[in-house]
């Protein structure tokens, strides 16, 4: 909800991938907390599926996020690369694009591959700044 409240309710969208060895239940909760915040998600699977079947965790997230936000806007991705690309294809200016990634490295492998900047800190509440980051074009 903070998303919806800093940026409006349309203009946040989410890449997700939760651990697939974590209990059900905490997957759905994480998901559900996720759908509070954006109305767009690209989901795709972890690298490692920590035991779970191919598909499973994304099915999962998806049904939870969709049981709170029926109006959810997802789709799915092969991983992460494909997923970060939807995103971003999909996002207009001035959206956000929050993202949730395995492992650090190779996501910022992947931002500076696609020319992300760190952007200028940006004032979005009384005494709060938040660091964006643009793709060049």
Same mark, same amino acid.
């Given at each position: 909800?903070t998303l919806?409240?800093l940026f409006g309710?349309?203009r946040c969208?989410?890449?997700?991938?939760?651990?697939?060895d974590r209990?059900?239940d905490?997957?759905?909760?994480?998901?559900?907390?996720?759908a509070?915040?954006v109305?767009?998600?690209?989901?795709?699977?972890?690298?490692?599926?920590?035991?779970?079947?191919p598909?499973e965790?994304?099915?999962?997230?998806?049904?939870e996020?969709? &049981?709170?936000? #029926?109006? &959810?806007s997802?789709v799915?991705?092969a991983?992460?690369?494909?997923?970060?690309?939807i995103?971003?294809?999909?996002?207009a200016?001035?959206?956000?694009? &929050?993202?949730l990634y395995?492992?650090?490295?190779p996501? &910022?492998?992947?931002?500076?591959e696609?020319?992300?900047?760190?952007g200028? #800190?940006?004032?979005?509440?009384?005494?709060?700044r938040m660091?964006?980051?643009?793709?060049?074009?």
């Amino acid at each position: 909800r903070t998303l919806h409240r800093l940026f409006g309710p349309d203009r946040c969208m989410a890449v997700v991938t939760l651990p697939g060895d974590r209990c059900d239940d905490l997957i759905a909760a994480s998901a559900q907390v996720i759908a509070d915040g954006v109305t767009r998600v690209v989901l795709h699977e972890d690298e490692d599926l920590r035991g779970r079947s191919p598909g499973e965790v994304a099915a999962l997230v998806e049904r939870e996020m969709r &049981l709170r936000r #029926p109006q &959810l806007s997802a789709v799915r991705a092969a991983d992460h690369r494909e997923a970060v690309r939807i995103a971003l294809e999909t996002a207009a200016p001035g959206d956000v694009v &929050l993202v949730l990634y395995e492992k650090m490295a190779p996501m &910022l492998a992947l931002l500076t591959e696609l020319g992300a900047v760190p952007g200028d #800190p940006a004032p979005v509440a009384t005494r709060r700044r938040m660091v964006v980051s643009s793709i060049k074009e």
